[in-house]
Nanobody, 115 residues
Framework: EVQLVESGGGLVQAGGSLRLSCAAS????????IGWFRQAPGKEREGVSC???????YYGDSVKGRFTISRDNAKNTMYLQMNSLKPEDTAVYYC?????????WGQGTQVTVTS
């Protein structure tokens, strides 16, 4: 059974930090590009950051310089280190693993940033 399980969300003040984790199982994690998306209330889901199977990274303009994506293939886990958080970062954050034929999603974890 394929699973992506996020953790690490929570409530934080503006300027603070959180580290999201996403533990994967049920598929060959190394072969998949992985990424983080977020969806704020009333808004469409948007891409935050992604990292390919070879380690190439991409960041959305709104998080560049503040967020860092990483993966540990030995642990089948991906991370999103979020620093200098802003109220506009408030959203449900989802991890995603995308292969040639399949794409998997986690259940989401809430991140709330207060001003």
């Amino acid at each position: 059974e394929v699973q992506l399980v996020e953790s690490g969300g929570g409530l934080v003040q503006a300027g603070g930090s959180l580290r999201l984790s996403c533990a994967a199982s049920g598929f060959t994690f190394d072969d998949y590009a992985i990424g983080w998306f977020r969806q704020a209330p009333g808004k469409e889901r948007e891409g935050v950051s992604c990292i390919s199977s070879d380690g190439s990274t991409y960041y959305g303009d709104s998080v560049k310089g503040r967020f860092t994506i990483s993966r540990d293939n030995a642990k089948n886990t991906m991370y999103l280190q979020m620093n200098s958080l802003k109220p506009e970062d408030t959203a449900v954050y989802y991890c995603n693993a995308k292969g040639i034929f399949y794409s998997y999603w986690g259940q989401g974890t809430q991140v709330t940033v207060t001003s």
